[in-house]
């Protein structure tokens, strides 16, 4: 009997030890850092288990091959909660932080910029370079966008707020224009409640076309609400717009850069030099300050602005005094160019 004890006390031992080794091991693994040597994006697939996430993360170099993942992921079952996702991990990461970055499910976000004064047409260019994002629109016409978010196709341009938007892995491309249309909708309401009285304005339509020729005019923060209260008083006064960037927007792909006195002549929907009052609609996606102008203006007298050469505007009350401010441009320009 004192022998049976013996051999079952030295096997309690022996397996203690064995646990003990093993649990050492399991801690030495996850305090581990990773086998990378800079950021990496890892994908776990959904539906895949520990045998999957140990061959992934070793047949892609992110950690070193042992056979303590599976008794680490047993001896710390907290560990073993993993979410499918796309992952961001940084080198110097550790195995343990690795794995409580998949347990958490705190997906890899990645940032996609729309632009102030950009149109429809570049925010789709930019969905589809965009990584990491689902592509569900079959193409980049108005009316797939339209149809993907139940809107009038017509209605589309100037109804997207631009800002930074963050998505994760698999993000539909419709679902990141749905958030950017939500916000301008809310922004939009949010300053026509707000907005001065008695502006030529029918619609919050009409605001927010004003607010997209701003932010094509001007990227002076200090002179938006000086240069709505141009287009204000001229809309008051019975005055064409005649803005340029309107012109530029009715040439479509006709546009190669250059704006000539034809172009001007040559009547489009959206050429305010031919048409009275504002456009059909806006012409890019303004951002809250444009927006805010043009429903603040200045209050002025002025009719007139040109750019100054010094990456602002002169304004004027009068033509005698625009068409100088146009020669001082102009002479300012030849200098420039002739250093």
Do not use: C
């Not at 963050?166 to 419709?174: G, K, S």
Request: proline share 5%; hydrophobic share 40%.
């Amino acid at each position: 009997m004192s022998r049976i004890k013996k051999i079952i006390a030295g096997a309690a031992v022996i397996a203690a030890a064995a646990a003990a080794f093993s649990y050492w091991q399991a801690e030495r693994l996850a305090d581990t850092p990773l086998t990378i040597h800079q950021e990496t994006l890892y994908t776990l697939p959904a539906g895949s288990g520990r045998v999957v996430l140990e061959a992934q993360l070793e047949s892609q170099h992110i950690i070193p091959h042992t056979i303590w993942f599976g008794p680490l992921l047993r001896l710390q079952p907290e560990l073993a909660e993993f979410k499918a996702g796309t992952y961001r991990l940084e080198q110097g990461m550790t195995v343990r932080q690795l794995l409580q970055l998949l347990a958490s499910g705190k997906e890899a976000q990645f940032p996609l910029r729309f632009i102030e004064g950009s149109r429809l047409s570049e925010w789709l260019s930019e969905l589809r370079k965009a990584p990491y994002l689902k592509h569900t629109l079959p193409d980049d016409s108005f009316a797939s966008v339209a149809a993907a978010l139940k809107l009038d196709a017509a209605q589309l341009e100037g109804s997207f707020y631009p800002d930074t938007y963050l998505y994760t892995a698999n993000t539909t491309d419709v679902a990141v224009l749905t958030r950017a249309h939500i916000r301008m909708n809310k922004l939009v309401d949010e300053v026509w409640q707000t907005r001065m009285a008695n502006l030529p304005y029918k619609a919050p339509r009409d605001l927010v076309t004003m607010a997209s020729i701003i932010e094509k005019e001007t990227g002076v923060s200090e002179e938006r609400a000086r240069v709505a209260s141009v287009f204000i008083n001229r809309l008051r006064t019975g005055m064409k717009l005649q803005t340029d960037p309107t012109v530029i927007y009715g040439m479509g792909e006709r546009y190669n850069g250059t704006l000539t006195r034809s172009d001007l002549d040559t009547p489009t929907a959206y050429n305010t030099y031919s048409i009275s009052g504002l456009p059909p609609g806006p012409i890019a996606m303004p951002g809250r300050a444009s927006l805010e102008a043009a429903a603040h203006p200045e209050k002025s007298s002025y009719l007139y602005f040109v750019a100054d050469g010094k990456g602002g505007h002169t304004f004027t009350t009068n033509l005698a005094s625009h068409n100088r401010a146009v020669q001082a441009y102009r002479q300012a320009l030849k200098e420039k160019n002739e250093e």
